[in-house]
């Protein structure tokens, strides 16, 4: 009867542990989004807000970058942004996604202001003319 | 219209290959007084002596053989129709890489040897092979090698549309890209027989005659776009399309540059 008891107690403290990971793990692997938002202190209206602004952001960023490889201007470093802001909207991270494209964007205007730039006064160095 | 249509702004009686191939010489004798056609072969070995000793060992039993005799295999294996590859180039294709790329005045523009070789294919029936990599890059291979030692030849007609593409080569060579601002010239001319990195600058004068290159990073004979691409990569910019028009006027105009040298492709190097 003891050793009975001592097992059912044994039995019932692991399943405690175990459902105490299986809930963590869920929401490590699947409640990426709300934890994300959850730990963003937004919720409802104020995070699809932020999801917005982020996807507009990223769509701006993305017309700028098109802009600069129009003029085959582009810079790499710019689509590694916009590619790291895509992920970071996708897995719910839209403070991250909307500082990503702000970032992008900038430098999408800047590589057209360059590529602009050298189309219209290019010229070899002294040198060379 | 052309002239717009390939970013030109230049009038075509403002642009002077002749000229400018002229005073492109007169900097890099007055850069290198001593040096030779062979010296600017040399390019980067010039400024390495143990890099000069490796590229000596190598080129006893050049990693690029392999590529040449696949290339001729290749290149002389006859298409499905039964035609081959000679049917549709000058001289049967043996001897003629040394003054590619051409322009073409049926459609206006200028045309890599690449491109003839995959019109080639497409007016036999057969599909387009890829530009960078694979058999296309032994096939050119291969030619490049009918081709050793005949002096660089890349000729601008008179021809508003083939000035004009000149100038827009001109204008990707010397145009500045990336966050860093660079251009071809600020290595290959100001820099020349500096370092960046681990990496000694060649001339510009020189380089284009040494490919298609076997190139150690690659494990692979490659074109010379193939080249520019990674360099652009290299300075953060994104290259315009390879095999494009920008592209093919850029390798029009920096192939020039080394007009007259003796053909030493295809070659090794880092």
Known sequence: MASGNLEMKTVLFFLVILSMFASTGCSLLTGDVRQTEENSGLTGKAAEQTREEARQSLEAAMAAQNRADSLEGGWISTDKLINKAKAALARGDHALALKLAKKAKVEAELAYKQAKHERDHWLPPPYAR | ?270
């Not at chain 2, 400024?47 to 392999?66: C, H, L, T, V």
């Not at chain 2, 081959?84 to 005045?105: E, K």
């Not at chain 2, 028009?245 to 080394?258: A, D, G, K, Q, V």
């Open chain 2, 1 to 270: 219209m052309l002239l717009l249509d390939i970013g030109c702004t230049a009038a075509a009686a403002d642009v002077d290959p002749d000229a400018d191939l002229k005073a492109y010489r007169a900097y890099f004798k007055e850069r290198f007084p001593h040096y030779g056609p062979e010296e600017f072969n040399l390019g980067m070995y010039n400024y390495n002596d143990d890099k000069r000793a490796q590229w000596e060992a190598i080129m006893e039993f050049p990693p690029f053989g392999m590529a040449v005799d696949r290339g001729e295999q290749l290149f002389n294996t006859p298409f499905n129709n039964g035609k081959t590859y000679a049917g549709c180039l000058d001289q049967g294709g043996i001897g003629i890489a040394h003054s590619y790329p051409r322009f073409d005045s049926k459609t206006g523009k200028v045309k890599t040897l690449s491109m003839e070789i995959n019109d080639c294919r497409k007016k036999n029936g057969e599909k387009p092979l890829k530009l960078l990599k694979g058999d296309l890059t032994k096939i050119l291979a291969y030619l490049a090698e009918t081709s050793r030692g005949k002096p660089i030849s890349i000729t601008v007609p008179d021809d508003p549309r083939a000035l004009a593409a000149y100038e827009d080569g001109k204008r990707n060579y010397f145009t500045r890209r990336g966050p860093w601002g660079f251009a071809c010239f600020n290595c290959h001319w100001e820099s020349a027989g500096k370092r960046i990195g681990p990496s000694e600058l060649s001339p510009a004068m020189g380089q284009a005659s040494n490919f298609p290159s076997y190139r150690s990073k690659w494990g692979a004979v490659g074109p010379i776009q193939r080249r520019y691409k990674g360099c652009m990569l290299n300075y953060g910019a994104k290259p315009p399309k390879v095999g494009g028009t920008s592209m093919n006027n850029l390798e029009y105009f920096h192939r020039r540059l080394s007009n007259g040298l003796p053909s030493n492709a295809p070659n090794n190097r880092p």
